[in-house]
Every structure is written in structure tokens, then in C-alpha cells.
């Protein structure tokens, strides 16, 4: 096109007719963002656009003013254009219906030079996650849930083993079944076993089942879980507390698909697709071989990460709207914006489970009124603020070991969850975490 030459939009019936090949809501967006067509599919699902406007992607898809990587949002355009490849991501797109989850294929249309010119935007609604409050499944739209949810899109198709990773009360069983919702197994069972506090045999008994008169207390012959998830899903919660000895017929397990009940003799045959997570570090628990190697390998084929409460403060409203919601037994009035400010402000070494805690108990306190900060426990008001390091007088300096006492101190008082979990936070052992305690309760 020479300079100066009005642009003509890619309107013809021809490119319509070509859009309309797709089921699927479909777009041409041209190297300036501007939609150039799109088909019935897309006006039926997100209603129709006046592009003799010169519409951008962005404004239509997200109210932005701005290119999506410009409002800190991932931009597949922009990757497919930098890249001259086709390539998928999820997005959060708004809809006449509310914000909705999109699995968004981008492919370049080359020009006569050979580079990206056009590019066609395939629109698939997903359900892995909700990006509204919802009584069910996955709900948040901040960039570290986003990836995840990716994530759980590429893998969930598949039948590989898929390793949780992530804090005590992130929602890693939420995100284990929304895996199984999304795979072609959604049909089958989804079978949650806590490897917690179980002794060997009682875990072998679950997992395997057992004949009658196995062993002391055996009454009647059980059904073991790995039977109970044939077919299905398999979760295996906090694995890094299998012992070892049957780490051994877990992985066994896991590479012939075979076990035996225990007091059999009789080997089973079961299939299952294995979701696996845990709170621990499992790498470090090989190097110091309180878990099996092999068996790491076996169970972390697909790695996915699930953001604790801190990685995601964007999504605290959305989550407190949606967890008032799926409260059973409470009555709740809403909660204040004040509220929702000091809730955000917070660290929630808890993750998900705490801020529930939060807002159980702050329903009953609230009773025929909205949630506010004076519902929430002290730590919201003001308490405790003696040993706070951001309380000293101005240019007050206190030596580093006093600055340290006081953090550990003021940390403890806010963290309700397990030591375990505080000590991973701050980067230091539990041990060395516990010899710190001791010296601030010996002064």
C-alpha cells in the first residue's frame, strides 16, 4: 500500500465466508490491534462490533485503552508477532454475561514480505476457572492465577502425572479436581487420599485395601482407594509424608499399574492419572533421602505452582465475595470497603483457609451488619503494636539482633498457621526458627 492511501478494511464477503469456516468465535485483527472482521459464531457469543470504527482488540475484549502487555496483562498477539508462530493462552475477557475465562488462539497472517500482517483470534470459553464469584471450582483473575490456570489447560487433555506445588491452604485439592473436571476422565472418580498422619500399614490398607483377617482389627475384606479411582483420578495430598517404605510400592504402582491388597497374594490391575501435592520442598527431601529419587521423577512429570495468598492480593476481593458465598450456616451482610483494604493489607501466612477463618468468625461477630475492620481479630485494629519496628520514634536506630527479635516476635504473634510453613516464609530452618523463639521468650 503506498503512503497516504486510505486503508480499506477487510470487509468483503469472501473473508466473511472464511471466518464462518470456524465454530468457534473467530476475529481478523490486523498489526495495529483493529479488528477487521469477524464471524456469526462471535456475534452470537460477545454480539456484534462496528468496526467501521476502528475497534482495537483490546477495547472490545478488556475495556483497555492500551495493547493488553501494556496494562500488565499477558498479549498473545504480541507473542505470536514477535514469534511468527501460532500460540494459545487463557485470558479474561469481558462478555455481555460478566468477565469469562477465554482459551485465545492467535495465528499470524503473513503479507507480501513475509511478515505477520493479519492475525486470526480463535475464541474458546473455558471452565477451568470462574472470573466472577462463584459457589464452585477455581475463581481469581490475577497474573499468577492466570499462569496456572494455563497451565491446567495445557496438562488437563493429557493423562501425565501433574505435581502440586505450593503453602499449606492455597487450594491445591480445588486445583487437583479442576484438572480432572477439565480431562476427558471427568466422568470417573476423583479420589483424594491424605498421606498425613497415617502409620504405614493403615496407609498401605487404604491405598491397597486388604482381605479379611490381614492383620489385628481386619474384619471384613476393603476396598482400597486405588480401586475406588479406577478409571478416574487419583490425588495423592501431601505425599512427602509417605514413608519410605512404601515409596517403593508406589512407584511400583505407578510404572506397572499393578498392586496387591494386603493378605493377598492376587495382583490387581488398575488405571488411574496421578495428581500429586505437597507443602514441602521434595527436592530437598532427595538430597537428604527421606524421599526416594526415582519416585520424585515418577510424580513431577508436569510441575505446577499454586500461588499463595500473597502472590495474589488482586484477587482478595474476588475471593472474599465468592467465600461469603459458599459459606454454609453464616449470614452475611456484605462486607465494608474498609474491610476489603485491611484484608489486602495483610500477609495471610494461612493462604485461603485463613482468610475463610477470617471471615467465618467475622460473620458472627457482624451479625445484622456488613463485615468491617472491627469484626476482623486485632491484628486489624491496631493491637499489638508495641513491638512494631515501624512504631519506633524518628531517627530511632536499634542494633540488628533487637531489629530481628522484634520482627520474629511481631510475625509470631500474626501467624496462626504451623511453624513449618512460617519457617519456609522467612528462608530459614525450622530448627534455626525454634532457637530464635527460645531466645525471645528467655528475655
Known amino acids: 500500500m503506498e503512503p497516504g492511501q486510505p486503508h480499506v478494511p477487510l470487509t468483503s464477503i469472501p473473508l466473511k465466508n472464511l471466518l464462518n469456516s470456524y465454530l468457534e468465535p473467530a476475529i481478523l485483527v490486523d498489526k495495529n490491534f483493529s479488528i477487521q472482521g469477524y464471524n456469526d459464531s462471535y456475534i452470537s457469543q460477545y454480539g456484534d462490533v462496528d468496526i467501521s470504527k476502528d475497534r482495537k482488540c483490546y477495547e472490545i475484549s ?11 496483562e499477558s498479549c498473545p498477539m504480541r507473542s505470536c508477532m514477535e514469534s511468527g ?16 475465562y477465554v482459551e485465545v488462539e492467535m495465528r499470524p497472517i503473513s503479507g507480501e514480505d513475509g511478515q505477520p500482517e493479519y492475525f486470526l483470534e480463535i475464541l474458546k470459553p473455558s471452565h477451568i476457572a470462574q472470573a466472577t464469584a462463584s459457589l464452585v471450582g477455581l475463581v481469581g ?9 494455563d497451565m491446567i489447560r495445557r496438562v488437563a487433555p493429557s493423562r501425565i502425572s501433574v505435581f502440586l506445588s505450593g503453602a499449606s491452604g492455597t487450594g491445591k485439592e480445588v486445583v487437583a479436581r479442576a484438572i480432572h473436571d477439565s480431562s476427558d476422565r471427568s466422568d470417573k472418580p476423583f479420589v483424594p487420599v491424605e498421606c498425613s498422619g497415617l502409620t504405614e500399614t493403615l496407609f498401605e490398607s487404604e491405598l491397597f485395601g486388604h482381605e479379611k483377617g490381614a492383620f489385628t482389627g481386619a474384619y471384613s475384606k476393603k476396598k ?4 475406588a479411582a479406577h478409571g478416574g483420578t487419583l490425588f495423592l495430598d501431601e505425599i512427602g509424608d509417605v514413608p519410605l517404605p512404601l515409596q517403593v510400592k508406589l512407584l511400583r504402582l505407578l510404572e506397572t499399574k499393578t498392586y496387591r491388597k494386603v493378605g493377598s497374594i492376587d495382583t490387581l490391575h488398575t488405571d488411574f492419572r496421578l495428581i500429586s501435592a505437597t507443602n514441602q520442598n521434595l527436592a530437598s527431601m532427595v ?7 526415582d519416585l520424585y521423577y515418577r510424580i513431577s512429570v508436569f510441575p505446577i505452582h499454586v500461588p499463595s495468598l500473597k502472590e495474589r492480593k488482586k484477587d482478595i476481593p474476588l475471593l472474599v465475595e465468592t467465600l461469603i458465598q459458599r459459606m454454609e450456616g453464616f449470614c452475611c451482610y456484605g462486607i465494608t470497603s474498609q474491610a476489603i483494604k485491611a484484608l489486602e493489607n495483610y500477609h495471610f501466612p494461612g493462604n485461603i483457609r485463613e482468610l475463610l477463618n ?7 461477630l457482624a451479625e445484622n451488619e456488613p463485615i468491617d475492620v472491627k469484626h476482623l481479630p486485632e491484628i486489624f485494629h491496631g ?7 515501624d512504631d519506633l520514634p524518628e531517627g530511632t536506630v536499634v542494633s540488628l539482633k533487637e531489629a530481628e527479635r522484634r520482627y520474629i516476635k511481631q510475625v509470631l504473634e500474626r501467624n496462626h498457621g504451623d511453624r513449618r510453613c512460617l ?12 532457637r530464635k523463639i527460645e531466645e525471645i521468650l528467655g528475655q
Open 141 to 149: 483473575t490475577s497474573e499468577p492465577f492466570n499462569h496456572m490456570v
Open 383 to 389: 493491637a499489638s503494636t508495641d513491638n512494631e519496628i
Open 287 to 293: 538430597e537428604s533421602g527421606a524421599f526416594r529419587l
Open 62 to 72: 478488556h475495556s483497555f485503552s492500551r495493547p493488553c502487555d501494556q496494562e500488565g
Open 85 to 100: 508462530h501460532a500460540n494459545k493462552m487463557m485470558h479474561v475477557h469481558e462478555t455481555s454475561r460478566g468477565r469469562e
Open 423 to 434: 519457617a519456609d516464609q522467612l528462608g530459614i530452618s525450622e530448627r534455626t526458627l525454634y
Open 358 to 364: 477470617f471471615l467465618e468468625r467475622a460473620s458472627l
Open 224 to 227: 482400597g482407594l486405588v480401586e
